[in-house]
């Protein structure tokens, strides 16, 4: 049996949709296991593109069950609004879904409070979030008492507190200042219609994935866990408080998704040969500069989420490095190597210059991980189109050298390079992660 996770390096938009789309056929199972409809993931097949925020990558591929698990925070309409989209693309969506009944449901009032504290400020600047209720849902998870879990839509019980929770949040939003159109929006008639939406279009995919996935792992099936957002935004471990309010690091796979770390056998640290930031918060090598809105331009580097333009930059492998070892990253992938083919000059940061101190290490603070200046080490760029390189072999000299540069910086193997969206523009080094080969025709 095969426990595979993928997991962002960076600050998310690391292209992990490809990856967990392009290695689906291989397993039985794809979970995903933290964040929300903040997360925005695109598969490329030909010329068909697909926008992802809350179903798993593998949701494409027949004979893969696609599981949604207890960590994950649902907000049912759009999760429907992608059902039905797939849908009429010919794409079985139910038939390979399942919910997990403990997972929990961002509700409308968890938007409007994201909207309403998302212009709040720490040490000077927004966290910037999606505004998709992220927070506002994970902090009443965490609260318990107003919390709303997929379970309550199967149970009259449950229902029923949902119009208790729905009193309680009209009156705090009121207070916080929400609009009357707002607050028409969160009226019990406008959630008995949604409830009941939910419940005709969901109850029948709800139920205990746990027990699923445990059975699973029992009867030797291969499992793809699919991360989302990445390392340094997770809620402990990154760079807090400009982070989203969930474990995206690879210390979050068993707590989201209810299986223990002893079948999981190969992490996939996932990172752009380059780096980018949506939101506030540091960034030790963004690029201000128009070498920063080139990378913009040809990465198309706009948020499948929010369309926000993404801060750019150079790798920063001490950032990766950390992330790489929180994670447990057995394989690197090493995305979008294709947009640096047009630079004279790359840099790598090894090092920060914190008030005149050369460290390795990642500050914990906010505070000082923006006082840090990169010290960069330079390589000449390879200048050579690599979009149909599908050969380790075949890349340009240099461009080899910038990845052996970043596999001994981050101190885990590059297995994966990718040179463009598409499946097929993939190149498998001699490091490659080993995939399952014996798969079972049915789960
Ligand atoms: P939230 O997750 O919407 O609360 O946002 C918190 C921070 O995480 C903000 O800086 C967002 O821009 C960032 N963020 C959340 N999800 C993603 C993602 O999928 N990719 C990149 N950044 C994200």
Redesign the pocket.
């Known amino acids: 049996m095969t426990g595979c996770c993928v997991i962002g390096l960076q600050?998310?938009?690391e292209a992990k949709g490809k990856l967990v789309d392009l290695l689906s056929p291989y397993y039985d199972v794809v979970v995903r296991f933290q964040?929300g409809a903040?997360?925005?993931h695109t598969v490329v097949d030909g010329n068909q593109v697909y926008k992802l925020h809350l179903l798993p990558s593998g949701i494409l591929h027949e004979n893969v069950v696609n599981v949604i698990a207890p960590g994950v925070v649902i907000n049912p309409a759009t999760l429907i609004g992608e059902i039905n989209s797939l849908k009429d693309r010919g794409v079985p969506v139910l038939k390979r879904l399942r919910i997990s009944e403990r997972s929990h449901l961002v509700m409308p009032w968890h938007i409007i409070e994201d909207r309403i504290t998302n212009s709040k400020s720490v040490n000077g600047e927004s966290?910037?979030?999606?505004?998709?209720g992220?927070?506002p849902c994970y902090r009443d998870k965490v609260g318990r008492v107003n919390a709303v879990r997929a379970s309550d839509l199967l149970v009259l019980e449950g229902q029923d507190r949902v119009y208790e929770v729905a009193h309680e949040k009209r009156q705090f939003l009121s207070l916080i200042g929400a609009t009357q159109s707002e607050l028409l929006s969160v009226s019990d008639s406008s959630i008995a219609s949604l409830l009941e939406s939910w419940r005709n279009q969901l109850s029948s995919v709800i139920g205990d994935t746990t027990e699923f996935l445990l059975d699973s792992c029992e009867r030797n099936l291969n499992l793809l866990f699919e991360g989302?957002?990445g390392a340094l935004?997770d809620i402990d471990h990154g760079t807090f408080p400009?982070?989203?309010?969930s474990n995206s690091s690879g210390v979050g796979v068993s707590s989201g998704s209810g299986v223990p770390g002893r079948w999981i056998n190969q992490i996939i640290g996932v990172c752009k040969a380059y780096s980018t930031r949506?939101?506030?918060?540091p960034f030790p090598t963004e690029l201000t500069c128009d070498t920063g809105s080139r990378i913009r331009e040809i990465g198309k580097e706009f948020?499948t989420?929010t369309g926000r333009p993404r801060r750019c930059g150079w790798f920063d492998a001490v950032a990766a490095r950390y992330s790489a070892r929180i994670s447990g990253a057995t394989h690197l992938s090493l995305m979008m190597m294709d947009v640096l083919s047009y630079f004279d000059e790359l840099k790598i940061c090894v090092a920060y210059d914190l008030d005149g101190k050369i460290v390795k290490q990642m500050p914990s603070n906010a505070v000082e991980l923006r006082k840090c200046k990169p010290v960069y080490e330079l390589f000449e760029g390879w200048k050579e189109n690599v979009e149909n390189t599908r050969r380790e072999c075949d890349l340009p000299r240099r461009a080899k050298e910038y990845i052996g540069r970043i596999e001994e910086l981050v101190g885990v193997p590059v297995g994966i390079v990718s040179v463009g969206p598409d499946r097929r523009q993939t190149i498998f080094t001699s490091n490659s992660p080993s995939l399952p080969k014996n798969k079972p025709t049915s789960v």
Do not use: H, K, P
Not at 242 to 245: D, I, K, L
Not at 278 to 281: E, F, K, Q
């Open positions: 600050w998310g938009d964040g903040n997360a925005g966290i910037g979030t999606t505004n998709r992220i927070g989302a957002q935004l400009f982070v989203t309010s949506v939101g506030g918060g948020g989420t």
